[in-house]
């Protein structure tokens, strides 16, 4: 071993040493997440959680100094991740902003949109949320009609339209959006991308309940609202590629943070496996559930590895490709097949409702399941993910 590599270990033990040392001494209960929280309290929590990170320089860690991150190595990310998934931790509340919309403005925003936008994204004092769906523009998102019109001697954007399935629409304070600009151009050469403020006057959103009972989801309608020039992201017409840097950091960056919630999945997992007795015996010893408990376990830690070998291109510089969607099609079949497993260990019991007494984990698994599907659903269907996969990947003829 070099001086160099005995180094570069040195920093690294620091860290999770420092990160640990520091997560003992602030995790408290006050940010544990308890079985029949409403939403808002869940969010209330996960807000306050992320504010503490920021304050002590532990959330964005692989993001540059000067907006708010710690330049953090990608294996330092790692031991960020399983250090935050051993400690038990909540979510964070601007998920979506810090897995997709921050890398989308790091990658191709000016340096005032930077400056301005991404400390308080990642201390989340500003939530996001991310305008793509529309009632008729689902998978085929470049099909929208959510309409921008310059207008007036000052040349900024008039707004009109309606975005569907848009997560934490309800009470973010700014959405990044896909909008139409060009009307005679094809329909992936007539986009753009625009920051909206969500309390300007024009904009309503209301939740959508899930099968889960909560309202996570929104509608969102844009009614003539005015978005300043200067809220463009990215070219004029050229908002198609800032799309695709931004799905391919759903399906790829924001995989990286995914393992923590699998890994605390899995932990979940294995001890309901122990506990559930199956025809006189553990569950995790049945042989109806044994070899399928550890497909499990090697999907969760083949996910980990496959996540680490294509962040390992980006913190290369490398833009993430399709490859993301083999990640995204893995995290979302693996989370559905996880909950249908453990439901199917808990019996008779599965059929009780999340917030019974008498349900197993205090109902976490039935939650899981109701919630489960919609990720085969969200960032853009399984089928879809495989299309993607078949065409730009293994580069099969497309009929």
């Not at 070099?2 to 999770?16: K, M, P």
């Not at 953090?72 to 601007?94: F, T, W």
């Not at 015996?281 to 083949?302: E, G, N, W």
């Amino acid at each position: 071993m070099t001086l160099a590599a005995e180094d570069v270990a040195s920093q690294n033990d620091q860290f999770r040493n420092e990160l640990r040392e520091w997560l003992a001494n602030n995790l408290t209960n006050e940010y544990r997440e308890k079985r029949g929280m409403s939403f808002e309290e869940r969010f209330a929590i996960r807000r306050a959680w992320q504010k503490k990170l920021f304050d002590s320089g532990w959330i964005g860690v692989g993001w540059p100094k000067e907006y708010g991150g710690r330049g953090a190595s990608l294996l330092q990310q790692v031991i960020y991740n399983e250090e935050m998934a051993r400690a038990g931790g909540p979510p964070i509340a601007n998920n979506i902003g810090i897995g997709m919309i921050g890398p989308t403005i790091l990658s191709i925003g000016t340096p005032e949109q930077k400056s301005r936008y991404l400390p308080k994204l990642l201390s989340g004092e500003e939530i996001w949320c991310q305008g793509f769906s529309e009632p008729n523009a689902g998978s085929d998102v470049a099909a929208l009609q959510t309409r921008a019109v310059i207008e007036g001697d000052d040349g900024n954007f008039s707004v009109t339209g309606q975005k569907v399935w848009t997560t934490y629409g309800f009470c973010s304070d700014f959405c990044l959006l896909l909008v139409r600009t060009d009307f005679n151009a094809p329909n992936h050469k007539a986009i753009s991308y625009l920051i909206v403020d969500m309390k300007s006057p024009g904009v309503s959103a209301r939740p959508l309940v899930q099968m889960t009972g909560e309202g996570e989801f929104s509608e969102m309608f844009f009614d003539n609202v005015k978005v300043p020039v200067t809220n463009l992201v990215g070219a004029l017409n050229k908002g198609w590629m800032g799309a695709i840097t931004t799905l391919m950091h759903e399906r790829a960056t924001y995989s990286f943070n995914v393992i923590v919630n699998f890994e605390q999945q899995l932990k979940a997992f294995l001890s309901l496996a122990k506990s559930l007795e199956y025809e006189g015996m553990p569950a995790s010893k049945h042989p109806l559930f044994r070899q399928r408990i550890a497909k499990i376990y090697t999907d969760v830690r083949t996910f980990k590895f496959n996540t680490l070998r294509q962040n390992a291109g980006l913190s290369k510089g490398q833009i993430p490709g399709p490859e993301g969607s083999l990640l995204k099609l893995h995290w979302s079949e693996m989370g559905l097949r996880l909950a249908e497993l453990a439901m199917e260990m808990e019996g008779p019991y599965s059929a009780l409702n999340v917030n019974s007494p008498d349900a197993p984990d205090e109902g976490r698994w039935q939650h899981s399941y109701a919630s489960a599907k919609g990720g085969t659903i969200a960032a853009g269907t399984s089928e879809v993910q495989r299309n993607i996969v078949a065409e730009r990947v293994l580069g099969l003829p497309h009929y």
